[in-house]
T-cell receptor, first 115, second 113 residues
Framework: DAGITQSPRHKVTETGTPVTLRCHQT?????MYWYRQDPGHGLRLIHYSYGVKDTDKGEVSDGYSVSRSKTEDFLLTLESATSSQTSVYFC??????????????FGPGTRLTVT | QQQVKQSPQSLIVQKGGISIINCAYENTAFDYFPWYQQFPGKGPALLIA?????SEKKEGRFTISFNKSAKQFSLHIMDSQPGDSATYFCAASTRGATNKLIFGTGTLLAVQP
């Protein structure tokens, strides 16, 4: 998984509780992304980061926030989890466009269940 | 609004046969079209990718065919094997400044022995 770890790998939480998912990379890639995967929807981008402290919204960002204080770590926070946020969450990394290789590499995923 | 439409949702192919998965896109600014393969419990892994300046790219048993005028691209898996059984996603992006990928909804491929 290209030097990408996600923690936790599985989590069950209750509606209304805050949840933080962590993505850690050892590749020193500048770009990092958070996606959610749901049946019938493929993968959808939640937020992404193009550098330390530089983040922006994706197509399904409502209810999520992110932070990136170090190159290697990208955190995804659900401030108040809802059942609609039950999903599998994937982190991805890439080099910036313009580099010879800018493919996105994905982590192993976090399965989150909100009851 | 789905910008990349993928079909079929599921596909059953006999061992040795050809698997074909199709995608269509709307945004003419897309300039990078990767295919990802995902096994159960794993993250997606890049399989093969193409840019719109070529009509075909082949890597081993995997081929992408690209039709810019029709805004369509497809993945062909020749001599399909049971080990190819997985979910396949097409995607598209405008490399621009952010390299954001827009994914299709996925195709579950089952190759029967």
């Amino acid at each position: 998984d290209a030097g990408i770890t996600q923690s936790p790998r599985h989590k069950v939480t209750e509606t209304g509780t805050p949840v933080t998912l962590r993505c850690h990379q050892t590749e020193n890639h500048r770009y990092m992304y958070w996606y959610r995967q749901d049946p019938g929807h493929g993968l959808r981008l939640i937020h992404y980061s193009y550098g330390v402290k530089d983040t922006d919204k994706g197509e399904v960002s409502d209810g999520y926030s992110v932070s990136r204080s170090k190159t290697e770590d990208f955190l995804l926070t659900l401030e108040s989890a809802t059942s609609s946020q039950t999903s599998v969450y994937f982190c991805a990394i890439s080099e910036p466009p313009g580099r010879l290789s800018y493919e996105q590499y994905f982590g192993p995923g976090t399965r989150l269940t909100v009851t | 609004q789905q910008q990349v439409k993928q079909s079929p949702q599921s596909l059953i192919v006999q061992k040795g046969g050809i698997s074909i998965i199709n995608c269509a896109y709307e945004n003419t600014a897309f300039d990078y079209f990767p295919w990802y393969q995902q096994f159960p419990g794993k993250g997606p892994a890049l399989l093969i990718a193409i840019r719109p300046d070529v009509s075909e790219k082949k890597e081993g048993r995997f081929t992408i065919s690209f039709n810019k005028s029709a805004k369509q691209f497809s993945l062909h898996i020749m001599d399909s094997q049971p080990g190819d059984s997985a979910t396949y996603f097409c995607a598209a992006s405008t490399r621009g400044a952010t390299n954001k990928l827009i994914f299709g909804t996925g195709t579950l491929l089952a190759v029967q022995p």
